[in-house]
């Protein structure tokens, strides 16, 4: 799948772009099969409880029980006072997490198949295990920024090998929140981790190494269908979307069943529901 050199980039950088991974075909059905889940989905009992401290502890809830779900999350600032959507749903979501990969047909069809397992096997994951699929939305005006971070610290293995899946499902520019990415910064520490103990959660500091500066990171600006795969210890960060059209992105995160995944990770997957591979 990889020749030798992007081989070679990938452990470079953390990282490596590759166009046209996708067709515009199979780009298509995943879009709209993701806005048919979010058209579906109803927000649950958001309206009825709606003080500050109800949604946080029903966000937690939610965000908890989805490691072998599909949940539409919502962004915040789309509920008025009383807890009403104030724009059409698909105006309105967040991310669609976190099992849809093994639950929905569609998404089940375009995150699997020989392309993506050999790809795996020439990042180095020799027996892959997809943890979580999730479709961020990004939504005009209101997509929030994503801060610096490593995808290691919420899926935690040792020795470190989860890795990052990133499908650009609409072109993505620094205007609508695109990925800025540090290069060659997978080869400093994990900083944070993210642990759940029972239905409580904290982030722990690990390190306190500083993120990148704006100097070092790099816009990863792609059209529709590429596919960007990165390392787990790779800073990286979006800005917030500014324009007037959606940044859909669609992410699977992978680990190597040769390594131990953490029993203090937030996702859980119920015993009807182990993660498999590409395949
Ligand atoms: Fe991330």
């Known amino acids: ?83 009403r959507l104030t724009r059409p749903k698909a105006q309105a979501v967040n ?36 943890w979580q699929s999730m479709l961020i939305f990004k939504p005009p005006g209101i997509g929030g920024e994503v801060k610096w971070h490593q995808d290691a610290t919420f899926l935690d293995t040792t020795p470190c090998t989860v890795t990052g899946f990133w499908f650009a499902l609409e072109d993505a520019t620094r205007d609508n929140g695109c990925l800025w990415v540090q290069p060659g910064g997978h080869r400093g520490p994990l900083r944070e981790r993210f642990v759940r103990e029972g239905d409580a959660v904290r982030m722990e500091v690990l390190d306190r190494t500083p993120w990148p500066d704006e100097a070092s990171a790099v816009a990863l600006e792609v059209p529709a269908g590429t596919l960007v795969v990165f390392h787990g210890l790779l800073p990286h960060w979006s800005a917030p979307n500014r324009s007037d059209r959606s940044r859909m992105a669609y992410t699977l ?27």
């Not at 009825?48 to 490691?67: I, N, P």
């Not at 669609?96 to 795996?120: K, Q, W």
Request: with cysteine; charged share 25%; hydrophobic share 40%.
């Open 1 to 83: 799948m990889l020749t030798d050199a992007q081989i070679g980039q990938y452990h470079a950088d953390g990282c490596l772009v590759l166009p046209g991974f996708k067709s515009a075909d199979e780009i298509a059905a995943l879009r709209q099969r993701a806005l048919q889940l979010v058209e579906a989905f109803e927000p649950g009992d958001r309206q009825s409880v709606f003080t500050t401290h109800d949604q946080a502890r029903t966000a937690d809830a939610e965000f908890l029980a989805s490691g072998d779900r599909i949940h539409c999350f919502f962004e915040e600032e789309a509920f008025d006072a009383e807890g």
């Open 95 to 130: 991310k669609i997490g976190h099992a849809m990969h093994d639950l929905d047909p569609v998404f089940e069809r375009f995150s699997h198949g020989p392309a993506l397992a050999s790809l795996a096997a020439d990042l180095g994951l020799a027996r892959p295990l997809v």
């Open 253 to 279: 995160h992978a680990t190597d069943a040769a390594s131990a995944w953490s029993p203090a990770n937030w996702l859980r997957r119920g015993p009807g529901l182990p993660p498999r591979g590409f395949q």
